[in-house]
């Protein structure tokens, strides 16, 4: 298995991340519970290296932003879209399993494309590979539900490139 490098690196972002989760636990807004949580940040970053993941190294804020406030509109619509078609019992559901080719190659992008996927309801991804996601789609009546649940896998996975695709990733995207 071909493992990546771990690296002693210390990010701000990740710092005051667990700095602030450590003030939430201890529920005090104060100087000595930020200066405890910034050295139990530190500490845990010494003694647990992150492996190194290129595509932390190229993420964009604002493409971050546009996927939290993607998914969020996806969690809002599926939602409901699966609730009409539970409460039409009457009406047989018809479900299929397809496969989607993702544009890259990265597990990265794959793992996030895949969670992300699987958060929304209505598809869940069942299997992932370099480059392709197995999913399963709620309700594919025909041909054309299942070319849309291909383009919303798709357009997730770009979504994803456009937050932490490195720019080779990126470069995916103008081609289509």
Known sequence: MNRPALR??????????????????????????????LLIALAIQLIFPLPDVPELDSFR??????????????????????????????????????????RSDSIFITVITAELVTL?????????????LLVHVFDAQDEAAIDKARANVLSTEATVLRAFGTPEDRALLEED
Do not use: C
């Open 8 to 37: 002693y690196r210390f990010s701000l972002p990740t710092t005051i991340g667990l700095a602030v989760i450590w003030m939430l636990l201890w529920g005090q807004l104060s100087i000595g519970a930020a200066l405890w949580g």
């Open 61 to 102: 804020p604002l493409g971050f932003l546009r996927l939290v406030l993607v998914t969020l509109r996806g969690l809002i619509v599926s939602s409901f879209q699966v609730a009409v078609k539970v409460l039409a019992f009457w009406r047989p559901t018809r479900n299929a399993i397809i496969r989607v080719p993702l």
């Open 120 to 132: 929304v309801p209505g598809s869940v991804a069942v299997d992932a590979g370099e480059g392709w």
